[in-house]
């Protein structure tokens, strides 16, 4: 697996946590605009990440897509993931 693969699904599995956590903290009494700090900030430090600390290795035209990759498929299952938890939460 090269790392846009990695970088892709570890965007996946943060979209699934930050829509849990979003969801948390909503059933706490945050409002919404907590949980769309979370998904930026999560998002934001994955960015970050993928930039400077590990550094990935493609040409300077591509530097676009380690922003890109994953962003659709991040947003669509935190936005799943918070509302499925919260039609749960409410039965």
Not at 15 to 29: E, F, T
Not at 66 to 91: D, E, H, K, P, Q
Request: net charge positive; hydrophobic share 55%; glycine share 8%.
């Amino acid at each position: 697996m090269n790392q846009v693969d990695k970088l892709f699904w570890t965007r996946v599995l943060l979209g699934i946590a930050s829509g849990l956590l979003s969801g948390i903290i909503a059933s706490l009494g945050g409002e919404i605009y907590g949980g769309l700090s979370i998904v930026l900030i999560v998002y934001a430090i994955s960015y970050l990440t993928a930039r400077y600390v590990v550094r990935m290795n493609l040409p300077q035209q591509e530097f676009r897509k380690i922003f890109t990759t994953g962003l659709s498929s991040f947003v669509a299952l935190w936005l799943f993931t918070w509302i499925v938890y919260n039609t749960l939460m409410t039965l």
